[in-house]
């Protein structure tokens, strides 16, 4: 039986703390302990927005036709038999978002979304689930796709390699801003996806809008003697490029196969027949 209303909203009351509970992981046992049970197995990666993708193993100025990093998401959509959509993005309700959608909830593919609670979303056919994705895309959101083991604690389902999660993220209520003060042994889990490289060029004049707080959710990039430095906490989601108004900074994935890299990556981990 999938988790009761009532264990949303007290998730909800909870999630302005999210960031106490990162630094715990950092304690001795604790930490260990928060791993095992909440994060174990988990593989999760962001995917840069279509939009800011320039070439893949070219240079800026020689940009060609490729392949986007939606297309794993909706590589997935195809494979899976069960597709849920929720109706809220817990992280945004909980954060009261005025800037992006609280109903675009996360899309769940697998067997095991069938025990999630029916009041909290519903079953989608395939065409609805690809439809749903590109709103998501439309309302600015970048996805993050891979085996999650905090679903199926807080949603009550089981097991975990029968469900795979599809978050919508924004940058100002995300979960995943904790990841700076988080053990290593946590953080690392949650990664760019493999190929991406995000590069600050010398068109940069140090405006510092890519440090805002609605950029970078892992605060990856700062400013060193007036110009922009993105740090080793990239997650290569792409906000900054769309950001900057000097068209600076750049992203390119320099991996021709990365839809079947990563596609054959989170097969691995997650059964969807």
């Known amino acids: 039986m999938g988790a009761p209303l009532w264990m949303v909203e007290l998730l909800k009351k909870a999630y302005p703390s999210r960031n106490l509970f990162a630094l715990l992981t950092n304690v001795p046992i604790i930490g260990k302990l928060m791993d095992k049970l909440f994060f174990e197995g988990d593989d999760i990666i962001y995917l840069p927005k279509d939009s800011v993708v320039i070439a893949i193993g070219k240079d ?28 809220f993005c817990l ?23 069938l025990g999630i609670n029916p009041q909290m979303g519903r079953l989608v056919t395939k065409e609805e689930a690809h439809e749903y994705i590109q709103r998501c895309q439309d309302a600015g959101l970048v996805h993050m796709i891979g085996r999650n083991k905090l679903d199926t604690v807080w949603l009550n389902v089981r097991p975990g390699e029968k469900l ?29 996806m493999s190929g991406v490289h995000v590069k600050v060029s010398e068109g940069c004049v140090g405006c510092g809008t890519c440090t805002g707080d609605n950029v970078c959710f892992v605060s990856a990039i700062r400013l060193v003697e007036g110009k922009a430095v993105i740090g080793t906490d990239c997650r290569g989601c792409g906000r900054c490029v769309e950001a900057c108004p000097q ?27």
């Not at 795979?164 to 760019?192: E, H």
């Not at 068209?247 to 027949?273: C, S």
């Open 60 to 87: 800026i100025e020689q940009p060609r036709e490729i392949a986007v990093p939606s297309q794993i998401v909706h590589e997935f959509i195809e494979k899976a038999n069960y597709h849920w959509v929720m109706d």
């Open 91 to 113: 992280c945004r309700d909980a954060s009261k978002c005025k800037d992006y959608p609280i109903d675009y909830g996360c899309l769940f593919l697998g067997e095991a979304v």
């Open 247 to 273: 068209g600076a900074i750049h992203l390119t994935i320099n991996n021709e196969r990365f839809v079947e890299d990563t596609v054959n990556r989170i097969d691995a981990l997650v059964d969807l027949e």
């Open 164 to 192: 795979l999660t599809v978050c919508n993220c924004c940058p100002c209520c995300c979960l995943w801003k904790s990841l700076p003060v988080a053990n290593p042994m946590i953080s690392r889990k949650i990664m760019r």
